[in-house]
């Protein structure tokens, strides 16, 4: 099983199942996202996740290969949802183990930067009136917006 | 009685936008007023090319019956009118040369749905409604209206039309009379066609997501194209589909891992178009 997994049943966030228990571990740190129910100023019912699931989980193992290497902690793991998703459910979990607590809490903060950023994964928000936006998307049409426009929404795109 | 129909390729434009001239613009290795002229030419009687006086000397255009403007710089009005006082017994089928996605079905419907005792057939552009003057019939009575139009310091064909006695009909085929006028258009107009000239087809998958899928109304695709790169592509389907992404907003994913706009594309390969990301 690969260290980067996307499900679209909910997220369990099991250390133990996800074998991040090692004797040589002295700390454990871990990171979940919530749905929550404002994004921007509106009102947001739901959410749906869409990936494009083999480069997805390819990317999110990259990732974590390089917090492992960087850190020098020894597990760790990330789930992150697809589908729909209601308000409170976790979207993403990520869990690490190291010898001690100050690279386990960076690892941790590397992972869910890195995957935020770099990890094809779409989100879709679903407001209060019905309507709908994907995420950092719509904004990006073509013609819509002057140049300067174009700096002020955060595209990070890899590292 | 039904006028004869001419045919009439305005190739006099002075093509300021695109900085080169629009007549020698190829499309699959043919310049865009040979292909115009040999599009009009099987439907009409005679056909004609439309000139400016210091045109006609112009190699391209010398090739062709030409008519040269006899009034100045009135653009295409001007290359109408010269025909019409030319030959005042014909009916004008007149076409602009820019018009790299007319067939000659369109042409056709034009034809087949003409009406001779009106002053002219024209289509509703598919963008605004309003009439289509480079693509359309000038029957013989329409002569002195223009002749009257232009002595009254008018210029403007589309509004000519739009308060002339005209038949105004739709589109069967709605993007065919898309007009290039700049570089990029002409970029985009030539993967679209699918372009290089030389360059063959090769089969090629496309996935969708996210916003895009939305757009392009498919999670994926299969297709035949002659983009080199995931560059020209993405232009082919940005105007097959509509697509209102701009590239530079975009990553490219080839065969299942990141990519480049500038690799070169080969048979067989999927090649994805991913929205900005927003996990987590």
Known sequence: ?159 | MTATLYGLVLAGGRSRRMQRDKAGLEYDGRAQLARAVELLTPLVSRCFVSVRGDQQDDPQRAAYATIADRLGELGPIGGIHAAQQEHPQAAWLVLACDLPFLDAATLQQLIAARAPQRLASAFRSSHDGKPEPLCAIYEPASAPAIAAWIAAGNKCPRSFLAQADALLLDLHSPAALDNINTPEEYQQARARLGGGGSRSLRPLKVRYFALLREQAGRGEEALQSAAATPRELYAELQARHGLKLAPEFLRVAVNDDFGSWSQSLEAGDTVAFLPPVAGG
């Open chain 1, 1 to 159: 099983m690969g260290r980067f997994r996307l499900q679209d049943t909910p997220i369990v966030a099991d250390a133990r199942g996800a074998r991040l228990t090692d004797p040589a571990n002295g700390g454990y740190v871990s990171f979940e996202g919530w749905v929550r129910d404002h994004n921007e100023g509106r009102a947001v019912r739901r959410l749906e996740y869409e990936a494009m699931s083999g480069l997805a989980e390819r990317e999110g193992e990259r990732i974590i290969a390089e917090a492992c290497a960087r850190f020098g902690v020894a597990h760790a793991v990330c789930v992150h949802r697809v589908g729909g998703l209601e308000i409170g459910e976790m979207a993403v979990w990520v869990g690490v183990a190291g010898g001690h607590r100050d690279e386990a809490f960076r690892a941790c903060r590397y992972i869910i930067d890195e995957v935020k950023h770099r990890v094809p994964i779409w989100k879709k928000e679903h407001y209060e009136h019905g309507d709908s936006g994907w995420v950092n998307c719509e904004r990006c049409a073509t013609h819509a917006h002057d140049h300067d426009h174009r700096h002020d929404t955060p595209h990070a795109h890899g590292s």
